[in-house]
């Protein structure tokens, strides 16, 4: 008897396959070992995928809010930004045919994806998923319908790459945003988040009837103030750290600036005191 592998394990295998081996040829091509840091990140983005929709997470999400808060932040805000950090898109690209790139380039600077990358877009249609699904009843027949649950995740996790492409920035991208904006685009999605949560804190009766049905309307009511507070808090512990990445790429920018500034200059004086 062949034993069932998980499809979502599976994928994730099939992807980190294909992933290495595109590496492997980008590194045959430049004649030399290339940084791991971004390998790294893929795989861990690929490892947190599988940990947050297999195993003892995915099989508590259907009795206890709270896990299934876990593992929504986990897609969101963990796995997301790491696989965009494995920079796919610019690996793809590197050993695609090159009779092909050019029509590959194109679709990545298409309308349909100047739209998608706008970041306005980006940030409002994750924020917009995000709360609909849980203040509607998605979330309700998510807990009922495994077809409903998984498109949830998908939409969870395909609005949560656009989110986090403009700040991770490793691929090419129509839509580019400066070190402020995006300081600003981090700082104001975190009253969101914790809008969301304080929202389901304070609910004062059970917004999801499954779960009261599978751990009593007492015990459901105390987990869903907990899930509640692991967005808030969650959310926070997650973004501040991404705000901190950001600032001190900001300044590592600014010095490089002043450091061609400064060659510029003395490299001017060179010329003018030969001149002399």
Do not use: C
């Not at 610019?90 to 050993?95: P, S």
């Not at 849980?134 to 495994?146: I, K």
């Amino acid at each position: 008897m062949i034993p069932s592998v998980d499809p979502i394990a599976l994928s994730a295998i099939v992807a980190g396959l294909v992933y290495a081996r595109a590496d492997r040829r980008v590194r045959r091509a430049r004649g030399g070992p290339a940084p791991h840091a971004r390998g790294t990140a893929f795989f861990a983005g690929l490892a947190v995928v599988v940990l947050a929709l297999t195993g003892p997470i995915d099989a508590s999400v259907e009795s206890s809010f709270s896990m299934h808060m876990v593992q929504h932040l986990l897609l969101t805000m963990v796995a997301a930004p790491l696989l965009l950090l494995g920079a796919p898109l610019t690996l793809a690209l590197a050993v695609w045919p090159k009779g092909s790139r050019r029509s590959f380039a194109h679709v990545l600077h298409s309308g349909a994806a100047r739209f998608v990358s706008n970041p306005l877009v980006a940030w409002t249609s994750f924020f917009a998923v995000l709360w609909l699904a849980h203040l509607t009843g998605v979330y309700e027949a998510s807990l009922r319908s495994d077809g409903v649950h998984a498109g949830e995740h998908l939409a969870f996790f395909a609005t949560a790459l656009v989110f986090w492409a403009p700040i991770v920035g490793a691929d090419p991208s129509p839509s580019v945003l400066s070190y402020p904006a995006k300081i600003l685009y981090l700082f104001v999605a975190m009253p969101m988040m914790a809008l969301l949560g304080l929202t389901i804190v304070s609910a004062r009766q059970v917004l999801y009837p499954t779960y009261s049905k599978a751990e009593g309307v007492a015990r459901a009511l105390a987990d869903q103030r907990t899930a509640g507070a692991i967005m808030w808090a969650g959310t926070m512990i997650l973004i501040v750290p991404a705000l901190g990445v950001v600032l001190w790429g900001w300044m590592a920018a600014d010095e490089r600036e002043a450091r061609r500034v400064d060659a510029r200059l003395g490299y001017t004086d060179v010329i003018e005191e030969g001149a002399t």
